[in-house]
Each structure stands twice: as C-alpha cells, then as structure tokens.
C-alpha cells in the first residue's frame, strides 16, 4: 500500500482514535413493537430502526429508519421513520431507549410506500413505482426530511409527517439500466450492465448545517467499474454530492475501500476473494462533520445477523469509522473507471484516516457479540463531562430470514445457538430474536475539536467564549490529522 500526499511516518504518529472511547449500549428487544397504525404482528408494526440514525441538536431527537422490511424485500412492508429519544450519563453512557413517534412514508397520493422489490410491483423492474428502501435520512431546516432509496437509487423530500414533495435528479451514470439502455431497478449483473449494483444504492446520506449541500454514497462501486467492467472487484465507488435548493448533483467523488490485501491479513485464512472486494466489502453511512470532512462508516458482511448467527468474532475483517475529506478530490461526473480497478491518470480520491475501529473498541470494552450491519452514525448531545456522544446502530434484519421460495422465518438466538421458527411464533426458552443496538462513543479532548460547532446546535450565550478559545485548537488539530489519500 502506498501512502500519497502525506508521510507514511507522519500518518504513524497520528493516534486513531486517541481521545474516543466506548461509553456504552442500549439493545432493544427484536419482538419490539412501533407505533404503526396499519396492523400488528411481525410484517406491520416489528421495530426496526438502524438502517440510518440522525440526531436534531435543536429539538433533542434522534430519528432512526427501517429499510424496506422483513424478508429483503419479498414482502410487503411500509417502510418508516422512528423518532425515539435516550438518556446519557456525564461520560456518555445510554439507557432508556424511548419511542415516541413512528411516521410512514407516503407517496403523493397518500398511499404507503412499499418495500417489495420493484420487480414484485405491478410496474415491473422498469419502474420504481412504490418501491422505497429507505438507508439513509437527514433532517432538513424546514422540518423536511431527507430520505435515500437504495432502489434507484434515489433520494426523496418528504414532509415531516411521511408525505412526498419531489424527488432529485440522479445521474444517469449510477442508475442501473441493461444491454438495450432500459431502466432495470429489480435485477442484477449480467442483466443490468451499468449503474449502480442490485442492493447497492445509496446507503448513506448526509447534509451541511446550513442545509444547502447534500451527499448521498453508495454502498459498493457501479456494477461496470472495474476490472472485467466488474464492480465487485473494484475499490473505487461514488459519493454524490447535491444543491438541496435544485435538487441537481453537483458534483462526485470517488472513496476507495480499504484494499482486499489488507483486510485478509487480518482474518486466517484470507476468506475474501477479488470478486468481494467490491460486493462483501462497503459503505453504510455518511456524516457530515465540518467542511469537507465526513464520517464513513466501512465494514464486511460478517457478525451476528438472521443469516450468519454463529460464527466466532475472529472471522470479522473489517467494522471501521473512517474521516474523509474532499478537498481535493476529483469530480468524476464525467469520468468512467470501467474497465480497470486503478484510478484513471489525474483522478484523486478523497483523503482517508481511520478514526475509530470500531471491532476493536468493542471487544476492548468487554462485548462478546458484534453485529454484522453497522448502518447508522450520529453526532449526539454534548455530554456533561466535556465533549460529546457518537453514537452507532445496528439494522437487525428484524432478525428475519428465508428460504428459497420466499417463506419467512424468525430466527432466534441464544447459548451458542440458533433456531428458526415460524414468523411471529415464539423463541425456545433461552433464546430470543436479535436485538437492535446503538452503541456510544465518548469524544472528548483534540478529537472533539474536528467537529463543526453547528453539528451540535445554536450555542448558549456562555459557551462562545470557549468555541472562540478553541479555533486555534481546531486549526492545530486539523493539521495535525491531515488527510492521508490511500491507494492500493
């Protein structure tokens, strides 16, 4: 691996996560119920809400969502918001998980989104239609939502209570069409031959504190770019960036996944092969924090999860919090990586720090069960001992699996085991369905000072004197964390 723009060495004496520390968890049971109003049992009202999370500093909320139901997609679930609040102790442990609102998404005419698979709806794969699987939210300043689709991939304004009000404009390039240019949101590669990878659209939105720029990122890299116009064996995939006024992209930047090389060095073995580089590998989330500077999170597809129950830690390669940074970076709007897996002459990527491993973290901190989705990453409240909570989610798959013919099962777990019952049927004794979990992070010290002031809310009256204090702090820091721009 080569290091550009910046000393191997220098890179070495930044300490990762020097000032970030594991504060605690809240799991939510996965027989958990919402708020719903269009039914009960396991396909209407089971609580599911990792998928994304975004906290309002101003209104003290945090809003999670549920993708598009039990059974990915074979099911005909309303996907939603949940709106919940948390209590956090002085060094930013959580407890008390409190659901407070749950708001359907509706299409123009009223009706609920659904989270069929499109090829499922009456339109057929050409057409989204109703078909919503919702990854990625933000909140807006005019309480508007955000919401991104992995279907599309779009990204949708909804008003607060659900209701659509338009939808931005994609670039063609990531929308997935086949041999003969039809849109094709159902199917994946060989029949969809450009555009973004089936189950892998936008999983990952974020928006400035001015709420003029938006970013949604995609999970993996467009089906045709890479080596043998194969996605899955490439690095290299897209964050787009959006005029929330227009609605237009503006502008996309290539993000690079840690290299396939480094990854199986860390598990025995070497378990991922060239084609799960850019498929078993990816994205989940996008925070922006100041700038050009984001949180990401990466990860593999390993940990506890309805469909990989049992297997030991030591398998998991890669549950990562990365800083990036734009600024820089080339706008590949206009510029295919089909073809090859290296970046074209003169395309930079945007630079690249590991901020948190979060695996590490974890089993440091005594937990002996990690997720396989991290999906949601939000800057919390600021915490009475000084800096402020990060907090991490889980999807759970509302600890739902099936087989080949589309039938649901609930799948419990417990004692090294797991079982697979009839939905909505209860678990054996000594087993239960996989829970939901957030996990905190306390940042304190030079970390706490990466982060944008507006991330955190209008400032009392008190505080300016200390944010003022602290902008020769910040501009230290940041060059101290410069961004590395890592290649394979």
Known sequence: MRIMLLAAAMLAAVPASAAVSFAGKIEVAGNSTDLATIGSGPNSNRLSFGSDLFFDPRRQIFYGISDRGPGGGTIDWAPRIEQFNVDFSASGGISNFQLQRTTLFRQANGQVYS??????????ARNLGPALDSEGIVRLPNGNFLVADEYGPSIYEVQSNGRFVRAFTQPANILPRDASNNPDYANGRPTIVSGRQDNRGFEGLTISADGKTAWGILQDPLVNEGASNDGRRSQNLRIVQFDVATGQSTGQFIYQLEALASINARVPGSPFSATNQGRSIGVSSITWIGGTKFLVIERDNRGQGPDNLISPNGD????????IDLAGATDVSGISLAGSNALPGGVTPVGKLLFLDVQAALLAGGETILPEKLEGLAIGPRLAGGGFALLLATDNDFSVTQNGSNVQFDVCAGGGSFTQVALGAACPDGQALIPSRIYSFAITGADAA?????????????SWAMLIAGFGLTGAVL???RLAIVSA
């Open 450 to 462: 990466l982060f944008d002031s507006a991330l955190f809310g209008v400032p009392e009256p008190a």
């Open 115 to 124: 989270g069929l698979n499109p090829g499922l709806q009456p339109g057929g």
């Open 479 to 481: 060059r101290r964390r």
């Open 316 to 323: 998991i390669a890669s549950k990562r919090v990365y800083m």
